[in-house]
């Protein structure tokens, strides 16, 4: 018995061992090690890979599961780029150790657009080289970050939340669902940032002030969304700037999505729908009152959710808009009394003057700077008017609609 226990004592300090590694001195020789930019350009040939070889990836830990945030996953990254690591079992790999995986067995692939080793098994392809070496978080700004630095760490500052977002939680704890929020900079540009339900934070009001944070850069399909990598890395008491207050770009292709309607006065095949036609990167939204081979009369109102100007001090109206073929053109419209349903209910000053207009040919222009001044301290809807008849009608399109100020 005393043999047994002696030689199960041997294993069980072996197998507590078995996770750690000596540092090289030097890297191994050429073609039994792999760098995360050449995995990346592995893929753009190869496409999907497993890999049947011995073949070594190294690098450091950049976010773990320890807030939820990811499930069975950490980030990767080493001095050329940064992976999606998924791994068969959680745990046992934490932000901050440098490691050593071991390829043979595992996969590279995408999902959603974003790549990723997959299959790892964290007991038997990593190996632990020393802990502790937590990479540095690269200070950008919300106007340099593309799908280039997919999974790679960065740190944003002097950025806030959207005024609108202010009263959400980072996700929908209770239900387990992902949420969204925004996050802009002083510029005016703007970034997403999804949390997963299951994260220990979701539950958390959005941070109300100004500040910074660290995050994980990624996407779905080319749309980037932000992941926060830890609750305690975002620093945001600092008092807010006078950003957004609102912000509509119909990149989640949908019209309706964040409070905006629509309204047919007269019925009508004609609708606003989001569009991508022409090669746009992102889309916009259009409407055409010609529908299977003939023009319809229509009278149909695209209306943004209540707008609370009661805190700015200036706000200023952009939008960029372009049409085609011949018919009434597109109208602009500001209301203080506007509450639900049928726009004639209510009364609307017509600002259409105010704004730039597309000479047409699908040409894209911006509106220019349309002043809202005279609605400070009230709050407003604003609407877009489309009108065609039987016997003409343009097809008008709609982008990147802001007030900020």
Request: hydrophobic letters at 35%.
């Amino acid at each position: 018995m005393k043999k047994l226990l002696y030689i199960f004592g041997i294993a069980a300090i072996a197998m507590s061992c078995r996770k750690y590694d000596t540092p090289p001195l030097t890297y191994p020789d050429s073609g039994s090690f792999i760098t995360i930019d050449s995995l990346r350009q592995l893929y753009q040939t190869q496409g999907p890979t497993v890999f049947t070889q011995d073949l070594d990836l190294y690098g450091v830990v950049t976010m773990d599961e320890n807030d939820g945030n990811i499930y069975k996953s950490v980030y990767l990254q080493d001095n050329t780029g940064a992976i999606n690591v998924r791994m068969l079992n959680g745990g046992g790999v934490y932000e901050g150790d440098s490691v050593r995986i071991a390829l043979k067995g595992c996969y590279l692939n995408q999902f959603g657009g974003v790549q990723q080793l997959d299959s790892v098994d964290a007991d038997w392809n990593i190996v632990k080289i020393a802990v502790q070496k937590s990479i540095t978080p690269e200070v950008t700004t919300i106007d340099q970050i593309t799908t280039a630095k997919e999974s790679e760490l960065i740190k944003l500052e002097n950025v806030q939340f959207v005024s609108w977002h202010l009263d959400k939680t980072y996700a929908d704890k209770d239900n387990l669902q992902s949420g969204d929020v925004l996050l802009e900079d002083i510029n005016g540009n703007t970034l997403v940032v999804r949390t997963s339900g299951y994260a220990s934070f979701a539950d958390q009001q959005v941070a109300q002030g100004n500040g910074s944070i660290v995050l994980i850069v990624s996407h779905f399909n080319g749309q980037l969304q932000m992941l926060i990598r830890s609750y305690s890395e975002i620093n945001m008491n600092g008092p807010r700037f006078n950003g957004l207050v609102l912000s509509k770009d119909f990149n989640d292709g949908e019209v309706t999505s964040g409070g905006w309607s629509t309204y047919d006065v007269i019925a009508s095949p004609a609708a606003w729908e989001t569009s991508s036609a022409g090669g746009a990167p992102n889309p916009y939204v259009q409407i055409s009152n010609y529908v299977g081979g003939s023009n319809y009369n229509t009278d149909s109102w695209l209306i943004s959710p209540s707008i609370d100007l009661s805190g700015s001090t200036s706000p200023i109206l952009t939008f960029d808009n372009a049409y085609n073929y011949n018919g009434p053109a597109l109208e602009l419209y500001v209301s203080t009394d506007y509450v639900s349903g049928d726009p004639n209910a209510a009364l609307w000053t017509n600002i259409t003057s105010s704004a730039n207009w597309s000479g047409g040919s699908w040409a894209f222009v911006t509106s220019g700077d349309v002043d809202l001044s005279a609605y400070t301290g009230s709050n407003v809807h604003i609407a877009f008017r489309y009108q065609g008849s039987t016997t003409d009608g343009s097809t008008w399109e709609l982008d990147n609609i802001i007030i900020k100020g």
